[in-house]
């Protein structure tokens, strides 16, 4: 586990999605997302490499459903970890709202095969123990709701460090396999409704919400002076 900025760290040997947790001690620890069901035991390794368990963790905050994100959330609740998630995509994760699976549009050949692994191996099913709202404030986060990606996509804007997680919103890599850095808007072949994402991307940093270092869900993070380049990204777009 690396420190990206205290109490912020990243489960490095986690390949397929970033995991990261908010440490802030006993009864204060909280994990962003839970990566793939594939990536389980290495979640738990790197857990215990820093000398924790499940019962360990406070609870955990989903970015959104998707199964690179929610896969091992069933899971670590059912080892007692509190999930928490947005009331929209906690409502497909709770199967009270129908999944729409995600459609092959434009993208690569290895977009469409993991979007159609997406359709067919989503998230465990579960009941949240909590279902966030817009302006919720939650482990010393604000929840900024920003739908598109899915219809429950939030960000999580952590006060102290001025540290923005951004699931899949917006990243530091390029999909499908995110190996190359760069900034990226949500991928259009995984993405419920991309004119949404944008305007949710746009009416975010419409709102001032001032942000120094770039948590996403895919890519290295982006530390030091993050809300200036997206800008600069989204206007070049
Ligand atoms: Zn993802």
Same mark, same amino acid.
């Given at each position: 586990?690396?420190?990206? @900025?205290?109490? @912020?760290?990243?489960?490095?040997?986690? *390949?397929?999605?970033?995991?990261? !947790?908010?440490?802030?001690?006993?009864? /204060?620890?909280?994990? #962003?997302? +839970?990566?793939?069901?594939?990536?389980?035991? +290495?979640?738990?390794?790197?857990?215990?490499?820093?000398?924790?368990?499940?019962?360990? !963790?406070?609870?955990? *905050? *989903?970015?959104?459903?998707?199964?690179?994100? &929610?896969?091992?959330?069933?899971?670590?609740?059912? $080892?007692?970890?509190? #999930?928490?998630?947005?009331?929209? =995509?906690?409502?497909?994760?709770?199967?009270? +709202?129908?999944?729409?699976?995600?459609? $092959?549009?434009?993208?690569?050949?290895?977009?469409?095969?993991?979007?159609? #692994?997406?359709?067919?191996?989503?998230?465990?099913? !579960?009941?949240? /123990?909590?279902?966030?709202?817009?302006?919720?404030? @939650?482990?010393?986060?604000?929840?900024?709701?920003? %739908?598109?990606? +899915?219809?429950?996509?939030?960000?999580?804007?952590?006060?102290?460090?001025?540290a923005l997680l951004s699931g899949d919103?917006? *990243?530091?890599? $390029? %999909?499908?396999?995110?190996?190359?850095?760069? !900034?990226?808007?949500?991928?259009?072949?995984?993405?419920? =409704?991309?004119?949404?994402?944008?305007?949710?991307?746009?009416?975010?940093? =419409?709102?001032?919400?001032?942000?120094?270092?770039?948590?996403?869900?895919?890519? &290295? %993070?982006?530390?030091? /002076? &993050?809300?200036?380049?997206?800008?600069?990204?989204?206007?070049?777009?």
């Open positions: 586990m690396r420190n990206v @900025i205290a109490p @912020i760290r990243h489960l490095r040997s986690l *390949l397929v999605s970033n995991v990261f !947790l908010v440490d802030g001690g006993a009864g /204060d620890r909280w994990l #962003i997302d +839970t990566g793939h069901v594939t990536e389980r035991m +290495t979640l738990l390794l790197e857990l215990r490499s820093a000398g924790l368990g499940p019962r360990d !963790l406070t609870g955990v *905050l *989903l970015t959104h459903r998707h199964s690179d994100h &929610a896969g091992n959330a069933a899971y670590l609740q059912r $080892r007692g970890v509190r #999930i928490y998630a947005h009331e929209a =995509d906690a409502d497909v994760l709770a199967e009270r +709202t129908r999944r729409l699976p995600l459609v $092959r549009g434009e993208g690569s050949m290895m977009a469409g095969v993991l979007a159609a #692994i997406e359709n067919r191996f989503p998230a465990e099913s !579960l009941v949240v /123990d909590r279902a966030l709202q817009d302006g919720d404030t @939650i482990a010393g986060m604000e929840v900024h709701w920003v %739908p598109g990606h +899915t219809d429950g996509s939030v960000f999580y804007r952590h006060a102290t460090t001025r919103t917006l *990243l530091t890599a $390029r %999909p499908p396999l995110t190996l190359l850095p760069g !900034l990226a808007t949500a991928y259009p072949t995984f993405t419920a =409704d991309m004119a949404r994402a944008h305007a949710s991307l746009q009416a975010f940093h =419409d709102k001032g919400v001032e942000y120094n270092h770039l948590l996403a869900g895919h890519g &290295a %993070p982006l530390l030091g /002076d &993050a809300r200036s380049r997206v800008l600069a990204f989204l206007a070049g777009r």
